[in-house]
DNA sequence: TTGACATGCAACCATATGGTTGCCTATTAT
DNA sequence: ATAATAGGCAACCATATGGTTGCATGTCAA
């Protein structure tokens, strides 16, 4: 079995939805919950949701797993933490010298 | 004059497009370029780049100055970063007793 | 001063996205 | 056995999104 790669892509367009985020926040607050306790309380159809939860499983996001008639799902949050090391974390190196560096660079345009 | 903050739904929706992903990549290597510069070697048309810009600019990932007739467009660090304290952080806690705990609450169900 | 350059604005278009409804299948409990 | 429960599948729909073309405006240089 070869293993299946989701881009960073995807995991970025995952997350893009409020909706999916809720989703994942409510996995984050107590995990393996079936896919009718995911839907309580939310104003979506059960397909609704079966949508948003394909696209991060997709996204590699979620783990499920049959058990009887239920579906567990679990959080996975390497994709996030993946997220975070290579792509957030450069970005942040110039955080302090973003605005002087503005500056520096404003005053070299006038001269 | 009271400052606009832009929602994380905002930020996380920006950076969900690789373009859009790709213009603050530029803007990283090099902050303070024109529109034209960051047209420069893209497979769109200069309006397009322009939409996406509004787009990082309204989520306050760049900030612009006209000088002259040019428009210059400098990386914001600043929501990147508090999408990594406020959002990636949490999830990267139980990064380790994710395993863990699915062998757990499996055992659990099986009881 | 006038042409070239840098950008802005608006209409338009195809496809992606988030959601719905309707129906079907599999499992569990009475 | 059979009804209720948990979930799957597919068609459909409205709107959002990412892109285009065409034209207008402001600024700089010869």
Redesign the pocket.
């Known amino acids: 079995m070869v293993a299946y790669y989701p881009t960073m892509d995807e995991v970025f367009?995952a997350l893009?939805?409020a909706?999916?985020r809720a989703l994942l926040d409510r996995l984050h607050a107590r995990n393996g919950q079936?896919?009718?306790?995911l839907?309580d309380g939310l104003?979506?159809?059960?397909?609704?949701v079966?949508?948003?939860l394909g696209?991060l499983e997709a996204a590699n996001l979620v783990t499920?797993l049959r058990?009887?008639?239920?579906?567990?799902h679990y959080l996975n949050p390497v994709p996030i933490h993946q997220i975070g090391e290579r792509w957030i974390r450069k970005f942040e190196r110039n955080k302090l010298t973003a605005l002087s560096e503005l500056k520096r660079q404003l005053e070299k345009r006038d001269e």
């Not at 079936?34 to 306790?37: G, N």
């Not at 104003?43 to 609704?48: G, L, W």
């Open positions: 367009r893009a939805d909706s999916r079936t896919l009718s306790e839907c104003a979506m159809t059960r397909q609704a079966t949508k948003h696209i499920t058990h009887g008639r239920e579906k567990l």
